[in-house]
DNA sequence: AGCACCATGTAAGTGGTTACATGATTCC
DNA sequence: GGAATCATGTAACCACTTACATGGTGCT
């Protein structure tokens, strides 16, 4: 843990859109930024203790009439003033590797079929995940119809995002699946000549 | 170590497209694959260890007329079926996790600069990649004019995939500025009204 | 009664980076 | 002679996942 900057703001990001318990912030992350993050438990709980211990947040627990064990975290005023300094501090480039694409990149190496494969299995996710997003996408606009609020409008921004991205991604693997089809056709004909 | 099947396997890759050393494979990750893959020294030289120990890959060592510590590897037979299986083998999809995207989701707990300038940076950052890849693209289509290997077919689609997403990615970042200048615009009237 | 989901937590392991240590070679 | 780059390696640390353990609650 020690300086887990990532996971404790990204969860003091959800405490800060409304209070909730750890297995809600697990749910609400999957849902609405599960496109580009996520949190395990085994990263959530601990951490939403520390966020306690640093006075970040505060624990209300046992509500009756639920689960006795559930404690709802809610975001403290020295935690907003922590999340707001965090929020203003750049980025860092974040090192992202993609599997997917290294199996496409080293496909000269295995017979042609895998590469197509690959890419086959990517464009059915991106299918999938627009779908998604698609949902995700009218659920806001209906949800923030008349007023939109900061955290729709900037929720909006990044469905925005894994929209445009999804389908940049759809194109490029048609347009690689055509490359490749039209490769072995070459390949192919070459073969028949010699 | 252990089971590292991304790292050794993406470092095994390399080995399969030329021998090289480990500081070439560094380097070479970072001018080909740099921008979706990335391999540290910490990382390369004990899964370089391994792959030999394990009969995956053979070091040549002591080139005379150069830096005598300088070892070479080069994939072996067996290194390279190991590498067929592994590419044959579905890609897990990687979890990405985009710091920037979290601080511009979360963006509505802090004041409309901070999401502003994010996306700002973002773009910067985009523009300078692009230029990057394209220079990539042209010396890929200089080096396979003519004859293009299965391995320049296979950088030619990661290459477009990266331009695809770059350029996606810039006309994101336009747009949301644009969305960001309109409501800071119909904010600032609304106060003015009130 | 049984299943799906809600709920919290810990321990072990993994996959990786960063920092450090050390030094050779090349080119200006 | 100094800077840049080539070159190899280790140790400490870090963030995170997975698997495990345990059990409540609500619906059918």
Redesign the interface.
Known sequence: MTENS?SK??IL?ML??RPMSGYEIKKSIER??GF???ESFGQIYPVLKQLVAEGLANAQNGDESRDSRRKVYEISTQG?KA??E???F?????????????????????DPE??R??IE?ELT?CRRKLVAVNKVEQALAQRSAGRQ???????G??V??GK??L???I??CE??LR?CSW?EAVGASKEELL
Chains 1, 2 share one sequence.
């Open positions: 990532n703001f990204a990001g800060g859109i609405s930024i580009f993050w996520s907003e999340l707001r965090w929020l203003a750049s980025a860092r480039t974040n090192l992202i590797r993609s599997e997917a694409l290294l199996k496409i990149f080293f496909g000269g190496q295995a895998t590469t494969k690959h299995r996710e609020t900061e955290n729709d409008f900037h929720h921004l990044t925005a995002y445009k991205m389908i940049a991604l194109d490029w347009t690689s490359l490769r």
